[in-house]
């Protein structure tokens, strides 16, 4: 068990259709991580959150967005799904922000969309 | 386009071999390079490499990065079943972007 709660597990919603996945990192990191895998992609950065302020912008699409909140839970909203947003979703934490060190990651969310 | 490129894509040893992993990469303004494990779950960080050279060790794993010539390897000697699992590498830039690699998926046999 990392310390990295990932809520919820799985996800089964519709094209169109808007979700929110959340991610609680361990105690005492201020850095989160939100990532995509997928069969077809692989594993793929999205975005990067250091005490409540975005660090870094990967392959997010516009469609997707995220927030850090005071207590440092993070939400990824991902809004109009399309079939090809199905895949598992992990956040990360780690205690730095701006020189990455190790990184602790969640269990995932699954996300089917149909 | 910055890209990570790992070989090879799998690999099957017997317990006891010893295996070596490659992850070249052409990615700009390079910080770091880090390589992970991942089992049926969510990945687990292995080793973080930002200077050339420095070999770094954890039990039987061993990695080393060349900034010169872009690539990393893995070594893992005296395999166990416990190390079947897809390594990933994983390269950091300053702007804190990761760029991963497609994975090389390892099968130890008993």
């Known amino acids: 068990d990392s310390g990295v709660t990932q809520t919820p597990k799985h996800l089964i919603t519709a094209t169109g259709q808007r979700v929110t996945l959340r991610c609680s990192p361990r105690s005492g990191d201020l850095s989160v991580y939100w990532y995509q895998q997928s069969l077809d992609q692989g594993l793929q950065f999205l975005i990067h959150y250091y005490n409540g302020e975005e660090r870094a912008k990967g392959n997010i699409l516009e469609r997707f967005s995220a927030q850090q909140f005071p207590d440092l839970h993070s939400e990824l909203n991902l809004s109009s799904l399309e079939l090809g947003d199905s895949a598992l979703y992990f956040c990360?934490?780690?205690?730095?922000?701006?020189?990455?060190?190790?990184?602790?990651f969640g269990p995932g969310t699954r996300l089917t969309v149909l | 386009e910055d890209k990570v490129v790992q070989s090879p894509l799998s690999l099957v040893v017997h317990e006891g071999d010893t295996v070596t992993l490659n992850c070249s990469y052409e990615?700009?303004?390079?910080?770091?390079l880090l390589w992970y494990k991942q089992e049926k779950k969510a990945p687990t960080f292995l080793f973080m490499l930002?200077?050339?050279?420095i070999e770094k060790k954890s039990g039987r794993l061993s990695s080393i990065l060349d900034k010169k010539e872009l690539f990393s390897i893995l070594n893992i000697t005296a395999t166990q079943t416990g190390d079947s699992a897809v390594y990933l590498c994983?390269?950091?830039?300053?702007?804190?972007?990761?760029?991963f690699g497609t994975g090389t998926s390892l099968t130890v046999i008993p």
């Open positions: 990360a934490s780690s205690l730095a922000g701006l020189v990455v060190n190790e990184q602790f």
């Open positions: 990615v700009t303004n390079f910080r770091s």
């Open positions: 994983a390269v950091l830039n300053t702007g804190n972007q990761f760029y």
């Open positions: 930002t200077s050339s050279g």
